[in-house]
């Protein structure tokens, strides 16, 4: 079945540095990859997602890459602000009939 | 809240009782998931439905069982079998006509006392 590890664990960095999460994921049949953030105490909520048809996904301070030949894909944070601090999930999923599989989660720390 | 509500959001239970949490969603979602959130260890899924009175077993369904008898419910026991069931558990559903967003309930936090 799919497995998606997500690298690093944690990862600290100072408000207005840029972040990235990597995400790899096993079944070469995968075709959706969302990214969720869950803030402390909270639900996980879909920040961004990405389908195999497209290289490349921006949506105002946060991007996503997928490389379908590594079977890798990445969040990429600009600009990063306090409240940027949070968990962050990345999954991958087969189809509509298929499970949502998740990564580990990555604690994400913006130092003000 | 998203149109998908998890009760309670504590739960305490003595070790040899079974508890049943409840999960609601008024989306029309067809998929629905169960998802255990432990420090360290992300999302892992215990049981997921796509369609009403059917559902699979996930990663880590030893010592749970589910029902889906109403689209609108899929509620999740844990059994004196589960070994450690204390832990954040996460409930969530997507439309399946294609790949979308899932949306998460706020969660059950259950403890054994």
């Known amino acids: 079945g799919e497995n998606v590890e997500q690298h690093p664990s944690t990862l600290s960095v100072q408000e207005g540095d840029s972040a990235v999460i990597k995400c790899t994921y096993s079944?070469?049949?995968?075709?959706?990859f969302p990214w969720y953030k869950q803030e402390l105490g909270k639900r996980p909520q879909l920040i961004i997602d990405?389908?195999?048809?497209?290289g490349e996904k921006k949506d105002q301070r946060i991007a996503v890459t997928l490389n379908k030949t590594a079977k890798h894909f990445s969040l990429h944070i600009t600009e990063t602000q306090p409240e940027d601090s949070a968990v962050y999930f990345c999954?991958?999923?087969?189809?509509?009939?298929?499970?949502?599989?998740f990564g580990a989660g990555t604690i994400l720390r913006v130092k003000s | 809240d998203g149109g998908i509500t998890q009760s309670p959001k504590y739960l305490f239970r003595k070790e040899g009782q079974n508890v049943t949490l409840s999960c609601e969603q008024n989306l029309n979602h067809d998929a629905m998931y169960w998802y255990r959130q432990d420090p360290g260890q992300g999302l892992r899924l215990i049981y997921y439905s796509q369609i009403v009175n059917d559902f699979q077993k996930g990663d880590i369904a030893e010592g749970y069982s589910v029902s889906r008898e109403k689209k609108e419910s899929f509620p999740l026991t844990v059994t004196s079998a589960q070994k450690n069931p204390t832990a954040f558990y996460l409930c969530?559903?997507?439309?399946?006509?294609?790949?979308?967003?899932?949306?998460f309930g706020q969660g059950t936090r259950l403890t054994v006392v």
């Open positions: 969530a559903s997507s439309s399946r006509e294609v790949n979308t967003e899932a949306f």
């Open positions: 990405i389908r195999s048809n497209v």
């Open positions: 079944d070469s049949a995968s075709n959706y």
């Open positions: 999954a991958a999923q087969k189809s509509v009939w298929n499970k949502l599989v």
